[in-house]
């Protein structure tokens, strides 16, 4: 079963930009949950989409969006960048209800440089 | 809000000797709790979660983690080191005021042959 990819691994952006990375879960898995990683403030989440409804979110800002589709790939949308939304971006999926709760498989993220 | 605290971003250790992770929880309910790692290059994959369910949690590659309740702890450890285990660890919490994952900061383990 193939694992949790996403698309495209590398990407650089300008201020001002938006960008939108994409996550396809293991086959079967409904629940999808977005995490930001940065060397200054560690792993952060996001948000967490099951059955295509967004059922919880971090502490990000409006810019920060995302959506789940019927076959449960997911994208995440970020508008007006700024340079401290260069990260690494990680998805993950799980294949019950539970979602967070439950374990989940990490893609190999999206690599974002802001300049 | 609950959070996890994991003591020491950097852990050297020699192969074949202990491995032990501390991470310390704030709460005032059982929470889940969970050990993350991070290999170089790769996503995270769970190495265990404490649920309630038993105090002691084994999980793969030899981890285990020993949930201690009056010192709000999760420490992780394992008994021999080997060279593969190099990579970055995080302790989670999920949150029950506002249900969300929470990590820590990570160690990051180094193995000396």
């Known amino acids: 079963k193939a694992g949790v990819t996403q698309t495209p691994r590398y990407l650089i952006k300008t201020r001002g930009q938006q960008v939108t990375l994409s996550c396809s879960p293991i086959?079967?898995?409904?629940?999808v949950s977005w995490y930001q990683q940065t060397p200054g403030q560690g792993l952060q989440f996001l948000f967490e989409?099951?059955?295509?409804?967004?059922?919880n979110k971090g502490n990000f800002p409006g810019r920060f969006s995302g959506r789940q589709f019927s076959n449960s790939r997911s994208e995440m949308n970020v508008s007006t960048l700024e340079l401290g939304d260069s990260a690494l971006y990680l998805c993950?999926?799980?294949?019950?209800?539970?979602?967070?709760?439950?374990?989940?498989?990490f893609g190999p993220g999206t690599r974002l440089t802001v300049l | 809000a609950q959070s996890v605290t994991q003591l020491g971003s950097h852990v050297s250790v020699s192969e074949g000797a202990l491995v032990l992770l501390r991470c310390n929880y704030s709460?005032?309910?059982?929470?889940?709790l969970f050990w993350y790692v991070q290999y170089p290059n790769q996503g995270l994959q769970l190495l265990l979660k404490?649920?309630?369910?038993?105090?002691l949690v084994k999980g793969i590659n030899g981890f285990e983690a020993e949930f201690k309740k009056s010192e709000t702890s999760f420490h992780l450890t394992k008994p021999s080191a080997h060279m593969s285990d190099a990579a970055e660890y995080f302790c989670?919490?999920?949150?029950?005021?506002?249900?969300?994952?929470?990590f820590g900061a990570g160690t990051t383990v180094t193995v000396r042959a």
């Open positions: 989409y099951f059955s295509e409804t967004q059922r």
């Open positions: 086959s079967g898995h409904r629940s």
């Open positions: 993950a999926s799980s294949s019950s209800g539970g979602g967070i709760y439950n374990e989940q498989f």
């Open positions: 404490y649920t309630s369910a038993a105090t």
């Open positions: 989670a919490v999920i949150r029950s005021n506002d249900y969300k994952l929470s």
């Open positions: 709460s005032s309910v059982p929470p889940y």
